[in-house]
């Protein structure tokens, strides 16, 4: 009697067992979907972020150029942004059209009309400079 009992309660913990090795392996595959929409949310967010930051480089080097009464370069590279200060990195899901150096004269102004691109996956941020008020306009527009 006692033989049953126990060969009752070893099936018992083996269908346990079984259980949840099944639930455990729903959830990693739940896991995996659920992560690729995670990392696309953060590659956008990381990207927000990127934008708001080269829009304060932009803003900040202007502003040096005036407070220091001297020229200064903000320098646009293939993996980062910098001037004489500062240095900001590129995400990996953005890149840069053309490599470009934008001049801040004594009074802060910038000295071309030309645009800055920068492509991602879903779209082309343009910035617009404007020339003698160091103004810039961020437009965006489709890939195609």
């Known amino acids: 009697m006692q033989n049953k009992i126990q060969i009752k309660q070893l099936r018992i913990k ?15 595959l739940l896991a995996l979907g659920l992560s690729s929409s995670v990392q ?15 829009e304060e480089l932009y803003r900040e080097t ?3 150029s005036l407070a220091s009464q001297k020229k200064l370069n903000l320098i646009l590279e293939e993996n980062s942004v910098r001037n004489d200060y500062q ?30 691109r920068f492509r991602t996956k879903k779209e082309v941020v343009r910035y617009q400079l404007y ?6 306009k961020r437009i965006q527009e489709t890939n195609n």
């Open 131 to 136: 020339l003698g008020n160091g103004k810039i």
């Open 87 to 116: 240095r900001l990195m590129l995400p990996k899901g953005i890149l840069l059209e053309s490599n470009k150096s934008i001049t801040f004269d004594k009074s802060g102004g910038n000295s071309s009309l030309a645009s800055v």
């Open 40 to 54: 696309s949310t953060f590659e956008a967010v990381e990207e927000q972020i990127f934008f708001m930051e080269f």
């Open 14 to 28: 083996a269908f346990t067992m079984l259980e949840s090795l099944l639930v455990l392996g729903m959830v990693s």
């Open 62 to 64: 202007q502003k040096r």
